[in-house]
């Protein structure tokens, strides 16, 4: 699916919660000093403007990150972010994932990134011009297939798609198990909403059944608009790094708050 762009999204609390936890886990990560990869499946354009058409049209950022931003502390690894490309881009820049990465990592870590929107994918090379990093205009499942394990083989993969493919939920047990498999000591996040729905209840059950030690985490928070389905987002981490469960509660008690 071609359709999906993440600019009418950018910011909003779906975002807060994945990007606060997954900055929270690559600095913990590149504090250790051997080299790692990071891999992402569905980059986007990775850098965004909350007050590009897009983002207005929405205002799903009023939310997100302009309600939640300032309850993260000055030294958060996701505060440090939004405030650096901030300082560079203008106060209505936002940071995607991709880009908290390139700013987080070192110089000899590995970013490979894969992004199938040929509009997105021009996009995302553009911002990822100051960072050492592979933008990959493929499919980001096949990517994660062929990548994995990588070099360097410690690292973390991020797995986020639209869900707009209704049979995404089916088929990620699946490849989660396949590439679980084939990278064991890989840090493995799964991005997911929840929807008035339901659907990725059973998604969930099959991965909880598969990897039992992975950590869960989900937030709430009201629909955007009259009508919207998303009420929640939530992240599924298997090989959590150290403490993430305390990082994690630290963010529930910012969105209950």
Aim: aromatic share 8%; charged share 25%.
């Amino acid at each position: 699916m071609l359709s999906y762009q993440h600019a009418y999204h950018a910011g909003n609390a779906a975002d807060v919660q994945k990007h606060a936890l997954l900055a929270w886990m690559i600095a913990a990560m590149a504090d250790k000093p051997k080299a790692m990869t990071y891999i992402e499946t569905h980059a986007g354009r990775g850098l965004y403007a909350l007050d590009a058409p897009e983002a207005v049209k929405t205002g799903e950022a009023a939310g997100g990150v302009e309600r939640l931003a300032a309850r993260f502390a000055p030294d958060h690894p996701y505060r440090r972010c939004l405030d650096a490309v901030r300082a560079a881009h203008g106060p209505s820049a936002y940071p995607g994932s991709p880009v908290i990465a390139g700013l987080l990592l070192r110089v000899f870590d590995r970013i490979v990134l894969a992004e199938l929107h040929p509009r997105e994918h021009a996009a995302l090379s553009e911002a990822m011009a100051p960072f050492e990093a592979e933008e990959r205009h493929e499919d980001g499942f096949a990517m994660a297939r062929a990548v994995c394990p990588p070099t360097p083989r410690r690292g973390l993969l991020v797995i986020d798609p639209s869900y707009e493919v209704k049979e995404d939920y089916a088929r990620l047990p699946g490849l989660i198990a396949e590439l679980a498999r084939k990278w064991p000591v890989g840090v493995i996040v799964l991005w997911y909403p929840l929807l008035t729905g339901a659907a990725h209840g059973p998604m969930l059950a099959a991965l909880e059944r598969a990897h039992p030690g992975a950590l869960r985490h989900e937030v709430r928070f009201p629909p955007v608009r009259e009508g919207h389905r998303m009420v929640g987002s939530g992240l599924f981490v298997i090989n959590p790094p150290w403490r993430l469960d305390e990082e994690a509660a630290r963010i529930s008690a910012l969105f209950d708050a």
